[in-house]
């Protein structure tokens, strides 16, 4: 089993190979993300604005404002803590210094839990339903304090059998992967 560094390396080139297939899946992935109970009876969500080679988010952003979500983007904080605030539209958004639009950091907007988080990663298990992120632990970190719900969208080139990565005493299952083929994983 490589490490997870190696597995990252490795990972990141396959996803940016699969860039269009994930983009194909995106929509397909959101309609199955739609129907599901937890995303109807999400009064807030928790999302990412997602990068190139992810699962497009900007169309779930967009359907969670329609349906009178109120949707929260994380902040990364100092010691890789991060925070969730409201999104306060695209053109708002500042480059954080990974690269990635989020909100400005207002203390008073900090949202502690969104009814439904739905998390990013590189790779997912679909036996053990753990995921493996950039590197930072940020997400980590949150999920240790996070009781709400959690659900991943998972395009082919992130569905992975069993984990290729090992699976630390930290890491947190995610409760619901959706897959591009529609089938849902808990």
Same mark, same amino acid.
């Given at each position: 089993?490589?490490?997870?560094?190696?597995?990252?390396? *490795?990972?990141?080139?396959?996803?940016?190979? #699969?860039?269009?297939?994930? /983009?194909?899946?995106?929509?397909?992935?959101?309609? @199955? =993300?739609?129907? @599901?109970?937890?995303?109807?009876?999400?009064?807030?969500?928790?999302? &990412?604005?997602?990068? !190139?080679?992810?699962?497009?988010?900007?169309?779930?952003?967009?359907?969670? %404002?329609?349906?009178?979500?109120?949707? +929260? $983007?994380?902040?990364?904080?100092?010691? *890789?803590?991060?925070?969730?605030?409201?999104?306060?539209?695209?053109? /708002? =958004?500042?480059?954080?210094?990974?690269?990635?639009?989020?909100?400005?950091?207002?203390?008073? $907007?900090?949202?502690?839990?969104?009814?439904?988080?739905?998390? !990013?990663?590189?790779? +997912?298990?679909? #036996?053990?339903?753990?995921?493996?992120?950039?590197?930072?632990?940020?997400?980590?970190?949150? $999920?240790?304090?996070?009781?709400? %719900?959690?659900?991943? =969208?998972?395009?082919?080139?992130?569905?992975?059998?069993?984990?290729?990565?090992?699976?630390?005493? +930290?890491?947190?299952?995610?409760? &619901? =992967?959706?897959?591009?083929?529609?089938?849902?994983? *808990?």
């Amino acid at each position: 089993m490589a490490t997870k560094a190696e597995f990252r390396t *490795r990972q990141l080139k396959r996803l940016q190979e #699969a860039a269009d297939e994930t /983009q194909a899946a995106s929509e397909t992935l959101m309609a @199955t =993300l739609i129907k @599901t109970t937890v995303w109807q009876q999400a009064k807030s969500i928790g999302i &990412t604005v997602s990068g !190139p080679f992810e699962v497009a988010t900007a169309p779930i952003i967009a359907a969670a %404002h329609a349906a009178d979500k109120a949707v +929260f $983007l994380p902040r990364v904080m100092p010691k *890789r803590q991060m925070v969730f605030l409201p999104d306060p539209g695209r053109e /708002q =958004l500042v480059t954080s210094a990974f690269g990635i639009p989020e909100p400005a950091y207002q203390a008073d $907007l900090v949202e502690p839990a969104p009814d439904l988080l739905i998390v !990013p990663g590189i790779g +997912f298990s679909l #036996a053990d339903r753990y995921r493996i992120g950039f590197g930072g632990g940020y997400y980590d970190r949150f $999920l240790a304090e996070y009781s709400g %719900h959690t659900l991943t =969208l998972v395009p082919p080139v992130m569905a992975f059998p069993q984990p290729d990565w090992p699976i630390e005493p +930290f890491d947190v299952p995610i409760e &619901t =992967l959706i897959l591009a083929n529609g089938d849902i994983v *808990r």
